[in-house]
């Protein structure tokens, strides 16, 4: 049996020789480390380094990802030609649908409450294509308002667990609809000019 008194002095004895191990290891951890920083960021002009979570640093990511690719509408040359093609040619990719989906598998503690998404199955459906009439639109010019959505429809097996206090597994087919649209602009073309 181990005496209250023991246990302490233990600790002691293991923080006092760890100290005096940092200190003669040869290189000077805190003061050194934080010296150096400070010296960097009044040498760069920054402020000192400061450590950041990969969580954040893929929020971030995933914001600019999402603004690059998604977010903006795109401004098309004009088509030519009477039997050009002007229906919808880009329907969304699995990315943009998952991405469009709202984020229910985030924020759980590892084994202690976990969301999962398997078997994904995606069934995307166009629903408009028209094409509006030549118009100004500010910043562009004459243009056309291509109108192009979609109805996307997930089916995916929905899978909660936990693994303490008490070990479970809920599997649930689930199914959710996001609606999108790839809606565009086309310039007009003007009056061809005999030459």
Not at 90 to 98: I, R, T
Not at 109 to 118: D, K, V
Request: proline share 9%; net charge negative; glycine share 6%.
């Amino acid at each position: 049996m181990i005496k209250p008194g023991s246990l302490t002095r233990r600790f002691a004895l293991l923080a006092v020789i760890g100290l005096m191990t940092l200190s003669n290891s040869g290189c000077v951890l805190f003061g050194g480390l934080l010296g150096t920083a400070f010296s960097l960021s009044n040498f760069y002009g920054t402020t000192p380094l400061i450590p950041v979570s990969p969580y954040y640093s893929e929020l971030i990511e995933d914001a600019y990802l999402r603004e690059e690719r998604y977010d903006k509408v795109p401004i098309l040359d004009p088509v030519e030609g009477e039997h050009a093609p002007l229906f919808c040619q880009d329907p969304p990719s699995a990315d943009e649908v998952m991405r469009t989906l709202p984020n229910d598998t985030s924020g759980g503690w590892p084994f202690l409450a976990e969301t999962a998404r398997n078997n994904v199955k995606i069934v995307t459906e166009p629903i408009v294509d028209r094409m509006d009439d030549c118009r100004f639109f500010p910043l562009v010019g004459p243009a056309r308002l291509h109108h192009c959505h979609y109805k996307c429809t997930v089916y995916y097996d929905l899978i909660k667990r936990s693994d303490w206090p008490v070990p479970f597994r809920f599997k649930d087919e689930s199914s959710q609809v996001v609606y999108i649209d790839h809606d565009h602009l086309i310039r007009c073309a003007g009056p061809s000019i005999p030459q």
